[in-house]
């Protein structure tokens, strides 16, 4: 087994590789004055069975290029099995068409990973389940939610409501709040997709005198968040916590999450937390061992559902 990684995260990589005690391959990647992508493998991978570990950071069309180089760097060069290994997924947004004349992004990134050569998709928290139909190959997806359940369970949630901030995450609060035995409240939010603003129509649950826990797959620009948070403590919500699995904190996301009302923001290290990102408020929890161990399994032709089960 080989992995290798691009420039989006190597730390995380680099503890994928300390939990598995093999060494990060080495390879080179960098850009031509004229832009473009240049990748060398340094290391011989014939008939080896190769991970590709890279994140949709920004800029994120740079890193998606970036891995479909080394994917199609890696087949020339004679591996028998290169899975890419996304813990946040690249346009996972746009998994619709929602509106006329639109792309499927998300879709075309399945056809572009297919077409560099990928054999198989390991991923986190996909922004929807059908994305795993976009594909072809065998798609797995692991979930952070069970590292996020275990952290917040620690800290004792009696008289605490798990919160949907909008329809479309109903269903994983719902896992949530099965999980952390806790009553679940849903936000009617609309989005306006020109201007990527959120508003909060209803709120469907009793959060009054409560402390809440808001679960969303991702925080981005931050807005639903907040408008969550106005929301709840108009409604007389107490404490307020979020939890999410990708950090991807665009923009002033992180100054507008330091100023909310929020305790705390628990994320994971799908994406890098660093320099402005790192914010008092938010705290992350490494995904490492949980893709550690998947890739092993895969690695080793091993099921993946025992730890599928254990993470919901
Ligand atoms: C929306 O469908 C997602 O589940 C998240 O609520 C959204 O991506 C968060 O984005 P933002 O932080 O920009 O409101």
Do not use: W
């Not at 359940?149 to 949907?164: M, P, Q, R, T, W």
């Amino acid at each position: 087994m080989k992995i290798f990684c691009g420039r989006s995260n190597p730390e995380l990589a680099r503890e994928i590789c300390i939990y598995l005690g093999i060494e990060l391959g080495k390879c080179i990647v960098h850009k031509f004055k004229n832009d473009n992508t240049f990748v060398r493998i340094e290391e011989n991978v014939r008939g080896k069975d190769v991970f590709v570990i890279q994140t949709s950071a920004i800029p994120v069309n740079d890193y998606l290029m970036e891995l479909l180089i080394m994917i199609d760097a890696l087949k020339h060069a004679s591996a028998s099995r290169v899975t890419a290994v996304l813990p946040y997924y690249p346009y996972a947004r746009s998994d619709k068409k929602d509106q006329p004349r639109i792309s499927i992004t998300a879709r075309l990134v399945a056809d572009l990973l297919e077409t560099a050569g990928a054999d198989r998709v390991l991923t986190m928290n996909l922004h929807s389940e059908q994305i795993q139909g976009f594909f072809r190959i065998p798609v797995d997806q692991l979930l952070a939610s069970p590292i996020l359940c275990d952290y917040f369970s620690k800290s004792g949630l009696e008289n605490f409501i798990v919160v949907a901030p909008d329809a479309g995450s109903a269903k994983r609060a719902e896992k949530y709040a099965l999980t952390l035995g806790l009553p679940m409240a849903v936000l009617d939010k609309r989005r306006d997709p020109l201007n990527d603003t959120v508003e909060i129509f209803h709120i469907i649950g009793d959060v009054k005198g409560k402390d809440a826990i808001v679960f969303d797959d991702e925080i981005a620009t931050g807005g639903s968040m907040i408008e969550t948070a106005n929301a709840l403590i108009e409604q007389g919500a107490r404490d307020l916590h979020a939890g999410a699995a990708h950090a991807v904190l665009c923009g002033d996301a992180p100054r507008k999450l330091q100023e909310s009302p929020y305790k705390q923001i628990v994320v994971t290290n799908s994406l890098p937390v660093e320099g402005e990102k790192k914010i008092k408020k938010i705290k992350v929890l490494s995904v490492a061992p949980l893709f550690g161990e998947a890739i092993r399994r895969i690695h080793e032709g091993k099921s993946l559902s025992e730890l599928l089960r254990k993470h919901l």
